[in-house]
Nanobody, 119 residues
Framework: QLQLVESGGGLVQPGGSLRLSCAAS????????MSWYRQAPGKERELVAN????????RYADSVKGRFTISRDNAKNQVYLQMNSLKPEDTAVYYC????????????WGQGTQVTVSS
């Protein structure tokens, strides 16, 4: 079964940190550009960050630059999102995706993990 499974979400106070993990099963993650998206209630889905197949190139939404870091461990078939200095506006469901190079949309989506930033 081909799937992505996110973990690491939860409730954190403003200014705190969380590390999201995404594990792939049934396929080799190293062949895919990996991304994190998020969607807050009543808002459109937003691309948060992505990372090239080798990990050598990363891209971030302006809203998270300097606070979030995407990384990958192809040997472990996992991708991560380190989130620091969290703000209430970061509250959303976070989704991990895998996109084969050249495709216009992700091939696989995880089920999502809830991140809530609140005091």
């Amino acid at each position: 079964q081909l799937q992505l499974v996110e973990s690491g979400g939860g409730l954190v106070q403003p200014g705190g940190s969380l590390r999201l993990s995404c594990a792939a099963s049934g396929f080799t993650l190293s062949r895919y550009v990996m991304s994190w998206y998020r969607q807050a209630p009543g808002k459109e889905r937003e691309l948060v960050a992505n990372i090239s197949t080798s990990g050598g190139r990363t891209r971030y939404a302006d809203s998270v630059k300097g606070r979030f870091t995407i990384s990958r461990d192809n040997a472990k078939n996992q991708v991560y999102l380190q989130m620091n200095s969290l703000k209430p506006e970061d509250t959303a469901v976070y989704y991990c995706t895998a996109q084969f190079p050249g495709m216009t949309t992700p091939n696989y989506w995880g089920q999502g993990t809830q991140v809530t930033v609140s005091s």
